[in-house]
Nanobody, 122 residues
Framework: QVQLEESGGNLVHAGGSLRLSCAAS????????MAWYRQAPGKQRELVAD???????TYSDLVKGRFTISRDNAKKTVYLQMNGLKPEDTAVYYC????????????????WGQGTQVTVSS
């Protein structure tokens, strides 16, 4: 079993910063892509940022230059540093990891966290 636990969501004023964390636990052989998604009320879930095992990061145009994704493979953890927050960043943020559970399984599965609420007041 693999579990992802997120933390760091909060209420902040516009222009403020937050750092989200997501740690994986359980039976894990290797973690490939780590990513953050978000879903605002009445909207579809959207990709915020992701980072490959090799360290290549991509960002949504909506957050480029303000958010930074990073990962610590030894800790099985992904972070999202969010600066210059705007009211439109308000959403539930979910982490996703593409994980190969063990060597006996030749493919990866996508695992999701439970979500953490980020609210930005104007």
């Amino acid at each position: 079993q693999v579990q992802l636990e997120e933390s760091g969501g909060n209420l902040v004023h516009a222009g403020g910063s937050l750092r989200l964390s997501c740690a994986a636990s359980g039976t894990i052989f290797e973690i490939y892509t780590m990513a953050w998604y978000r879903q605002a009320p009445g909207k579809q879930r959207e990709l915020v940022a992701d980072e490959t095992f090799g360290g290549t990061a991509t960002y949504s145009d909506l957050v480029k230059g303000r958010f930074t994704i990073s990962r610590d493979n030894a800790k099985k953890t992904v972070y999202l540093q969010m600066n210059g927050l705007k009211p439109e960043d308000t959403a539930v943020y979910y982490c996703m990891m593409r994980i190969r559970p063990h060597t006996g399984i030749p493919y990866q599965n996508d695992y999701w966290g439970q979500g953490t609420q980020v609210t930005v007041s104007s």
